[in-house]
């Protein structure tokens, strides 16, 4: 059986049965004449198929001991609930040339749908082969992906040539990790402001860096991240602590763990305290208790700075996370979240109250410009590209977290 391709969404099949030898042209011939008029002109066969919404009608027929019996297929286009009525048409004829006949409707069956399996199982073939001659492929890939980031990314920091992330000169909020291997891991998911210690004994490039950043220790789950942290404790400044789960390295955790770690990050105090520390708790406490007695007030207005900085690092995260975009007003409560393939059009054409954008996706020239036209003042982000005009009051923030 041949079905027009331009016509076919659906395909009627219809047994036909009559008392007496009749052929193919007595079939057709009965269909377009027994419904003519029946449906009225829109539904008219023979201008339905001059316009193509019906395609060539086809008859398989046979006749035995003088009967014939045979199955009739109709492609169509037309809608549904068109295509429903005129296969009910069909069995309204009663006769096919001199001969008594009947005929019953089988079904009617989407041929998008076949096509769809056919595309579905044939893309499988495919994509099986494909899987099978790019898996060492694949492995190629990562390790260029690997050495492209520790080629372009990682620097090294200090009089102690330290590895690092690119933003480690810059940025306010430091990571300090055990190994080179652990910065690159981080680099891979865009956190770059992370510095590696290289052993137990601490470098004085990061005994100076936690007395100027907020320093975050961020260490494997294991013996050796316990005495780095107690190193860490008797000669720097620590102000957060986080661990990969037990057992686990920092170098080999995924985002979603790598996340999960940061955002369940303690204070030394909280750390020390849940972990049953009370010898290394007790002796901070005797030694830090004046110093941040007298720190105290100076410190309250920086607080609120850094927990209001947190607060969009979270919101920060989970956009990235979540591929979606926050709109925010002044005291950081969401307003709309919008998904980041919606976000040039949903800022485009919906009225903005917020004044500050969250974005998990890049800053780039037209986010900035659409952005400004809405009245936003802030854009947050982990990556900028492509700016070259910024507007004089709007603030681009990347952070890198």
Do not use: W
């Not at 985002?255 to 105090?269: D, G, H, S």
């Amino acid at each position: 059986m041949n079905i027009d391709p331009n016509a076919a969404k659906y395909l009627i099949k219809a047994k036909i049965m009559a008392d007496g030898v009749v052929e193919k042209p007595d079939v057709v011939g009965a269909i377009f004449g027994q419904t003519e008029g029946l449906l009225g002109e829109e539904l008219d066969l023979r201008d339905l198929q001059k316009s193509g919404r019906i395609g060539r009608i086809e008859v398989e027929i046979d006749s035995k001991k003088g009967k014939s019996e045979g199955i009739v297929y109709i492609p169509s286009s037309l809608d549904q609930v068109e295509t429903a009525i005129l296969a009910a048409s069909l069995e309204t004829i009663e006769r096919v040339g001199p001969c008594k006949a009947s005929f019953e409707v089988l079904s009617i069956e989407d041929i998008r749908l076949t096509k769809r399996q056919k595309v579905v199982e044939r893309a499988k073939e495919l994509l099986e082969s494909l899987l099978s001659q790019g898996k060492n492929l694949s492995e190629d890939l990562i390790q260029v992906v690997r050495e492209t980031i520790e080629k372009e990314e990682i620097i090294t920091y200090g009089e102690d040539r330290l590895p690092a992330g690119p933003a480690v000169p810059t940025s306010d909020a430091i990571i300090i990790v055990e190994g080179r291997s652990d910065v690159l891991n981080l680099l891979k998911y865009g956190i770059k402001n992370a510095i590696a210690v290289e052993g137990t004994n601490i470098p004085k490039t990061i005994i100076d860096l936690t007395k100027e950043r907020v320093a975050t220790a961020f260490l494997d789950g294991d013996r050796g991240g316990d005495l780095i942290f107690k190193e860490l404790l008797q000669v720097a400044e620590i102000d957060f602590v986080a661990r990969a789960p037990p057992g686990r390295e920092v170098e080999e955790l995924t985002y979603k763990q790598i996340v999960k770690a940061l955002r369940n990050k303690m204070t030394v105090e909280q750390y020390l305290a849940t972990h049953g520390m009370n010898e290394e708790l007790e002796k901070m406490g005797k030694s830090e208790m004046v110093k941040e007695a007298e720190k105290e007030e100076d410190r309250v207005e920086e607080k609120e700075e850094i927990s209001e900085d947190r607060k969009k690092d979270d919101l920060l995260l989970d956009a990235f996370e979540k591929k979606v975009a926050f709109i925010t007003d002044k005291e950081g409560n969401i307003i709309s979240t919008i998904q980041l393939n919606e976000l040039f059009d949903k800022l485009s054409t919906t009225e903005i109250k917020g004044n500050t954008l969250i974005t998990g996706g890049i800053i780039s020239q037209r986010l900035v410009d659409i952005a400004y036209e809405r009245g936003i003042e802030e854009i947050y982000g982990m990556k900028i590209l492509n700016v070259t005009k910024k507007p004089a009051n709007m603030k681009l923030i990347v952070r890198n977290i």
